[in-house]
C-alpha cells in the first residue's frame, strides 16, 4: 500500500476551479473519479489526514499511487466529464448502483419486418419498443393475456424460418395465439399494425380499445352473431384484467418516476417505481456501497446520474417528473443534464405532502426492506469469500492478500488442436471480462509443460509491455507544464466527445497468484515462465486432480488443504471454469478444423468464391483442372485471382486436392 504523502500534490499546484480528478493505483489503472467545485479544497481533504477517512476512503488512498485532475469551465461540464470517465475506466471504489435482481421488460421488435413480442433483459437494442421493467410472473402473464386479443408474432427466428419453409405454423398460430404471419394468413402490413395497437395498449390507451371492443360486441349482438360477440367479450375481460392491474395512484395525467431510498454506515438501498399514466408500471431497485463519505443528496445526484445515463430516453423511459426524497447536490445542472437526454424538460422535485408524498412512503418501505434481504444474503456470502481467501492464503504462506487470482488450464485432444485458457477471480468472484482465450501453435504445442510455459510467457510479456509504456507515459508527463496542461486539455476533449468508443479494457495488471491445472511439472514450467521475464512478485501454484493436491514451484511435496477447506473449494471452482472455457474454445477451435478443403489454403480466396468456384464447377477436382481463363468464368473470379489459383495447384501438385472436405462430426463429405 502506497503511503499518501509520496505522492500528495503541493497545494499551490492545484487550481481552485470546479474540475474532474483521478486516483490511479501504480499499475496505471483508474480506481476513483470524482469531481469537485474547488480542486484545490477537495484534494487537500484527502491528504491533510488521511488517518481520519473513512475505511473505505482509507483503502482508496492507499491503494492509489498518483492523482491527476482536469479543469473544466462549468460544473455542467464536470458532470458530463465525471459520468463519462467512470463509465469508460469503472473504478472499483466509486459508487456503482447494481441491481439487487435482474428485471425483465416487455419489448416489440419493432426493427424487424414481422415485429416479435417477447420478454427481454440485458442491454436494450436499437429499434426495440421496451415496457416494464416488471417481475417475472406478471410480465409472462400479461403477454400471454395479451397476445389472445393482439396476436402478434412471439416465436424465434429459428422456429419462425422452419414454419415458413413447412408452410405450417406453430402452435400458437393453430389457438389463435398468433396471426401466422410466416404461413401468409396475414399481409405485414397488417401485422406491423397489429403490433403497432400491442405498443398503443401497453404505452396507456387501454380506454380506446377497450370501448371500441365494445361497440363491436354491441353489434354482433345486434346481427345476432351470438358466438363472435361471446369471442369479443372475452377479450374485453383480459383487457381489463391487464388494465386494471395497476393500481391507479396518481392522477391519469402524471408520469413520474418517484425514488427512495434507505442507508446505513456502509450500505444504501434505491426503490424506484415507474408512474405512467398514473399506474405504477413497474418497479426497480439497487444497492449500494459506500466508499466516500457521501451524503444522502451526493446519493441521489449519482443515482440519477447513473440510471439515466445508462438508459437514455428510448421511447419516454425518462418522464417529465423525477421524485427523490432529498433535493441532489447542484440540482439545476443535473435537470438540465437530464433535459438534453429527454429531449425535453425535466422537473426533479421532494414530494411534501399529498398523494405523490404518500406514493413516497411506500417506495421507502420497500427500499427498507430491500436493504434487510439485501444484507441477509450477502453476509453469508462474503463470510465463505473471506474465510476461503484467507484459508488460502495461510496455507501457502503467502505475504500479500489473495486480491486476484489467474488460473490457466491447456486442453487438446492427442495433441491436436491446442488450446489455453486464463480465467480470472477478484475478491473471489469471476471476472469474465478479462477471461482470454489462447491459441498454441509450433514446438509450444509439443506436450503440456511446454504449452503451459508459453501460455504465461505471452500472459505477462502484455504486462511488461504495458508497465514498460506506462513509466514511458510518467516520464513524458513529468516534462513542461504547458505538456502537462495541453494531455489534460486533450483529455477532457476525448471524454466530453460521446461519438468515440471508449478504449477496450486491459488485462495487463498483474495477479497475486497463478493458479495452473496439474501437478509439480506444470507448475515448474509456470515459475519457470515468470522468472525467465524477471517477474518474482507474482506467486504460482498448481491443483492436481488425482488427489486434489496443491502443489509450489521446486517443492518435492504437495500442500494438503483439508477436505473441507473453504481454500480447497475456491481453487476447485477456480480450476473448473479454467477447464470449461478451455474445453469450449478447444471444440469451437476443433469444430472449424473438422472441415478441410484444398481451397482454403488459396491465397485471396474468400468463403464466398469457394463457394462460387464449387457451384461453378461441382468439386475441387474440377477447379485444379480448369484454366485461368475458364476459372475467370466463375462468378466473383477475376483473372487476376484465376491466375493465383492456377498457380497455387501448380506449385502444390495434386496432393494439395487429394484430400476431400469432411465433415468430421457426421462423416459427410462436403466436396470430392
Given amino acids: 500500500m502506497a503511503n499518501p504523502a509520496s505522492y500528495r500534490p503541493k497545494t499551490g499546484e492545484i487550481p481552485t476551479n470546479p474540475g474532474v480528478y483521478r486516483f490511479r493505483d501504480p499499475h496505471g489503472r483508474v480506481v476513483y473519479v470524482g469531481k469537485a467545485k474547488s480542486l484545490r479544497s477537495r484534494l487537500n481533504s484527502y491528504f491533510a489526514n488521511p488517518a481520519g477517512l473513512l475505511p473505505k476512503t482509507y483503502a482508496m488512498v492507499h491503494a492509489a499511487s498518483s492523482v491527476e485532475w482536469t479543469v473544466v469551465g462549468s460544473e455542467l461540464e464536470s458532470l458530463q466529464l465525471e459520468y463519462t470517465w467512470i463509465k469508460e475506466f469503472k473504478p472499483r471504489f466509486n459508487v456503482v448502483f447494481r441491481d439487487d435482481k435482474t428485471y425483465p421488460y416487455l419489448a416489440v421488435t419493432m426493427s424487424e419486418k414481422y415485429p416479435r413480442v417477447q420478454v427481454m433483459r440485458g442491454d436494450k437494442r ?165 466508499v466516500e463519505d457521501f451524503t444522502t443528496p451526493d446519493l441521489v445526484e449519482h443515482l440519477l446520474q447513473q440510471v439515466y445515463g445508462e438508459d437514455g430516453d428510448t421511447h419516454g423511459r425518462l418522464p417529465r417528473e423525477v421524485l427523490v426524497p432529498v433535493a441532489p447536490s447542484n440540482p439545476e445542472d443535473l435537470a438540465k443534464w437530464l433535459g438534453g437526454i429527454r429531449g425535453a424538460k425535466v422537473d426533479i422535485r421532494v414530494p411534501l405532502r399529498g398523494d405523490k408524498a404518500a406514493l413516497m412512503s411506500t417506495v421507502r418501505e420497500n427500499a427498507e426492506h430491500a436493504l434487510k434481504l439485501h444484507k441477509t444474503r450477502r453476509a453469508g456470502d462474503i463470510t465463505v469469500r473471506s474465510q476461503a481467501l484467507q484459508e488460502l492464503q495461510e496455507a501457502l504462506d503467502l505475504p500479500v492478500p489473495l486480491l486476484r487470482i489467474e488460473c490457466f488450464d491447456v486442453s487438446h485432444v492427442q495433441g491436436t488442436n491446442v488450446v489455453a485458457s486464463m480465467v480470472v477471480v477478484e475478491d473471489g468472484l469471476p471476472k469474465k471480462s478479462d477471461y482470454r482465450k489462447f491459441s498454441i501453435t509450433g514446438p509450444a504445442a509439443a506436450d503440456d509443460t511446454a504449452a503451459m510455459h508459453d501460455v504465461l510467457t505471452r500472459r505477462f510479456r502484455h504486462y511488461l509491455q504495458d508497465k514498460s509504456a506506462q513509466v514511458d507515459e510518467d516520464v513524458l508527463e513529468a516534462g513542461t507544464a504547458e505538456a502537462a496542461a495541453d494531455a489534460a486539455a486533450e483529455a477532457a476533449e476525448a471524454a466530453l466527445d460521446t461519438t468515440t468508443p471508449a478504449p477496450k479494457a486491459k488485462f495487463a495488471y498483474p495477479p497475486n497468484l497463478v493458479v495452473v491445472d496439474g501437478g509439480q511439472p506444470q507448475v515448474n514450467a509456470a515459475a519457470r515462465a515468470l522468472k525467465d521475464l524477471g517477474i518474482d512478485d507474482v506467486y504460482v501454484v498448481g491443483l492436481a486432480k488425482r488427489l486434489e493436491e496443491v502443489w509450489l514451484p521446486d517443492s518435492d511435496f504437495p500442500v494438503i488443504l483439508p477436505r473441507t477447506s473453504q481454500g480447497l473449494y475456491l481453487l476447485q471452482r477456480i480450476r473448473d471454469e479454467a477447464h470449461r472455457f478451455a474445453i469450449t474454445f478447444h471444440r469451437q477451435k476443433r469444430g472449424k478444423a473438422m472441415t478441410v478443403s484444398a481451397l482454403d489454403a488459396v491465397p485471396g480466396l474468400g468463403a464466398s468464391k469457394r463457394k462460387a468456384l464449387l457451384a461453378h464447377f461441382g468439386s475441387v477436382k474440377g477447379v485444379k483442372a480448369a484454366t485461368a481463363e475458364e476459372l475467370a468464368e466463375a462468378k466473383g473470379i477475376g483473372p487476376a485471382l484465376a491466375g493465383a489459383i492456377v498457380s497455387h495447384f501448380a506449385v502444390n501438385g495434386p496432393e494439395a486436392v487429394a484430400v476431400p472436405a469432411i465433415n468430421m462430426a457426421t462423416g459427410e463429405i462436403i466436396e470430392t
Avoid at 406478471?138 to 386479443?149: G, K
Avoid at 399494425?193 to 380499445?209: I, P, Y
Wanted: with cysteine; hydrophobic share 40%; proline share 3%.
Fill in 126 to 290: 436499437k429499434g426495440t419498443r421496451y415496457f416494464g421493467p416488471y417481475t417475472a410472473g406478471a410480465i409472462r402473464e400479461t403477454m400471454d393475456t395479451l397476445l389472445r386479443v393482439f396476436p402478434v408474432r412471439s416465436c424465434s427466428a429459428g422456429v419462425f424460418k422452419r414454419a415458413q419453409a413447412s408452410g405450417r405454423p406453430c402452435l400458437l398460430g393453430y389457438i389463435d395465439k398468433c396471426s401466422a404471419p410466416c404461413v401468409g394468413r396475414i399481409s405485414p402490413e397488417d401485422h406491423r399494425a397489429l403490433a403497432d395497437d400491442f405498443c398503443a395498449f401497453m404505452g396507456g390507451e387501454a380506454k380506446r380499445f377497450i370501448n371500441k371492443l365494445e361497440k363491436q360486441m354491441a353489434d354482433a349482438v345486434a346481427k345476432l352473431d351470438y358466438e363472435h360477440a361471446a369471442r369479443l367479450r372475452d377479450d374485453i375481460t383480459a383487457l381489463r384484467k391487464v388494465f386494471e392491474r395497476n393500481a391507479v395512484v396518481l392522477s391519469e395525467e402524471t408520469d413520474a418516476d418517484v425514488f427512495a431510498l434507505h442507508e446505513d454506515e456502509l450500505e444504501a438501498a434505491v426503490q424506484v417505481f415507474h408512474v405512467r399514466g398514473g399506474r405504477i408500471r413497474g418497479q426497480r431497485g439497487w444497492v449500494v456501497e459506500k
